[in-house]
Each structure stands twice: as C-alpha cells, then as structure tokens.
C-alpha cells in the first residue's frame, strides 16, 4: 500500500486547508485511516481517525475544527482544516491500516504552516 499525501502550504490564521491523501496498491482490507502531524520540536501526535463502521475521532485540540472523510471511490482520505492556528503548524502525515492495532502504511508527510 502506497500513500500519497498532499494539500499542505502556507496559511494565515483564521484560514483554511484540505488535506488529501491518496492509497494505491493492495488497498483491500484497509479499514482505519488516520492523520497525524509533528510540530517542531514535538512528539508525533494522532489528529483524527476514520474507520470503517465506526464514527470519526478527534484530538481534543482539533474538535469542531477538524473533519476527516473518506472517499471509497476514490480511496482517498480527507483532512478538512478550518480557523487554522499557530499551533497547527506541522508535518502532517497520513497512515492506515487494516485494524487499529496493525497500521504500517505510512505517506510522506505534508507540510503546513500557519502564520499568526
């Protein structure tokens, strides 16, 4: 499984950026995708997850801002990012897997700044 993340680029505050990441290869029994990110100087950390039949899960610093989808048809994830903060700033990575145990499939991160 290949994953092919893109979308990321500079932003103002307040702002807005969708981030999409694209599977190929042997997709057929991925069921969990997730996005991560890395800020400077920080530990990588979980934003959302989608699964399948199970609803979509935030980071708490990321609620009500944040939405995740998935495209099926197109195998392509989707992260839909709004009223971007500073703190949002980072490497944004997407990975998946078959459950949320067993996830090995990484993309190459995109980036995303937002300046304040």
């Known amino acids: 499984v290949q994953l092919q993340a893109s979308g990321g680029g500079l932003v103002q505050a307040g702002g807005s950026l969708r981030l999409s990441c694209a599977a190929s290869g042997n997709i057929f029994g991925i069921n969990v995708m997730r996005w991560h990110r890395q800020a400077p100087g920080k530990q990588r950390e979980v934003v959302a997850t989608i699964a399948r039949g199970s609803s979509a899960s935030y980071a708490d610093s990321v609620k009500g801002r944040f939405t995740i989808s998935r495209d099926n048809a197109e195998n392509t994830v989707y992260l839909q990012m709004n009223s971007l903060k500073a703190e949002d700033t980072g490497v944004y990575y997407c990975?998946?897997?078959?459950?949320?145990?067993?996830?090995?499939?990484w993309g190459k991160g995109t980036l995303v700044t937002v300046s304040s």
């Open positions: 990975n998946s897997g078959i459950s949320f145990a067993d996830m090995p499939y």
